[in-house]
DNA sequence: GTCAAAACAGGCAGTTATGCCGGTTTCTTC
DNA sequence: GAAGAAACCGGCATAACTGCCTGTTTTGAC
């Protein structure tokens, strides 16, 4: 599963494996910017993402990173993709590890206590960033937008082919998931109103009910 | 319960009853500037609510503007107030006029349904944008956090006094709205890349959640 | 009617980011 | 090792906002 999974989604700055040392070099350096601009819209959100502040963080020229990267949605199309990567990826590294062993009927909950993980991550920080400017910025949603129909089609795809025994089911099981992505992002936003003790009891009481619905 | 929530929420601009008539004129302009505001806000996030802007689409002049909102985030402080007011006011309009007569058991649900639906109003993805913004922006946090936490406490203290039959379930009451406000929250923002079935699907199914957790 | 205060008007300097461009250094190829 | 390509550098003009400031008009109190 997780093979396929993230080779569908590798982004174009890990993708190559680079030979040649400028390859290695360039490789390098777009990396050193996409980080740095992950750092930008952590600390301030879309309009935080400059291309003067992602130069300066990584210590890259503005003449380079110009190189690189020609416009600031350059950066940022780059940072999509790769933030959309490091997401499944960030899901799968979690699950795969604490799922090994488990009976089908706990498959549900610990993939939802895993998720919950994921998205307590900068990666999808950035991530949350990105969906929320992408519906006020045409520009960037037709970067964003494609790449979220991808993430979402590689997921359930692989989903319904590493579960063939839920078939029965599958359209529940969607919905389920579909549940747990919106509310874990609700409660990421809610989270300085509601304060950390509220999230985790509502954390919680998503896994049960998850487990409710596996059940019925 | 109407009034004594809308009272406590009560933002400045509609808060006076203007007997003179400079305070009328400029209570209306302070009103068109904000109504601006939200527009901006809701097709630019908070990044497309400039002074600039709002002055011009409400055809106040930027002196003007500054007579009234000295600072930019001046108008985002009046912005905030006026939008946490409205969103309790829409939600309270809609679940008011369809819970008369309603049995015990359906309130959870009907206030459900009457909450996506307030969810989905120019004024909440006014909200929207700024409860993200404010997480990344220090300055409109100072803001926006404590008008959400006022929000918040009006919020559970009337829940409380409206539903005392539900005083041994409080707790659980309170968990429920909180998971209803994510989720609902995180449909919102996935509304785009999942598309309006699957949101229409998970909010019923929320819907049948929350009955599930009210029986139970 | 007059005078102060409030509401309104628009110009100005300063800041910050953007995209582009001519020039330099570092690799790669032959 | 020389030519060409790729990576890198920093300056420049431009554009969008912001906050402030000097006036002008409209209201209201006496």
């Known amino acids: 599963m997780q093979q396929r999974m993230l080779e569908a989604m590798l982004p174009a700055d890990l993708a190559e494996r680079p030979v040649r040392w400028q390859q290695q070099k360039s490789a390098r350096t777009r990396q050193r910017l996409v980080e740095s601009a992950i750092d930008c819209l952590v600390e301030g ?20 990173m110009h190189h690189h990267f020609a416009t600031r949605m350059d950066l940022a199309a780059a940072v999509v993709d790769h933030v959309f990567y490091r997401r499944m990826e960030l899901f799968l590294d979690d699950y795969l590890g604490t ?19 994921s998205v307590q991550t900068r990666e999808y920080a ?71 003790d509220r999230i985790a009891q509502v954390g919680k009481l998503l896994t049960r009910v998850v487990g409710m619905l596996y059940e019925e």
Chains 1, 2 share one sequence.
């Open 99 to 117: 799922v090994v062993g488990a009976n089908d009927g706990d498959l549900l909950e610990f993939g939802t206590a895993a998720h919950w993980r």
């Open 126 to 196: 950035a991530y949350v960033e990105l969906a929320v400017a992408a519906r006020t910025d045409a520009e960037l949603n037709r970067v964003f937008e494609p790449a979220a129909r991808r993430y979402d089609e590689v997921w359930i795809t692989e989903m319904i082919e590493s579960f063939p025994q839920w078939q029965s089911r599958w359209d529940k099981m969607k919905l389920v998931n579909d549940l747990v992505i919106a509310t874990h992002m609700g409660l990421l936003l809610n989270r300085q109103v509601m304060g950390e």
């Open 45 to 64: 959100g879309f309009t935080g993402l400059t291309t003067q502040q992602a130069a300066e963080r990584s210590g890259v020229s503005r003449g380079a």
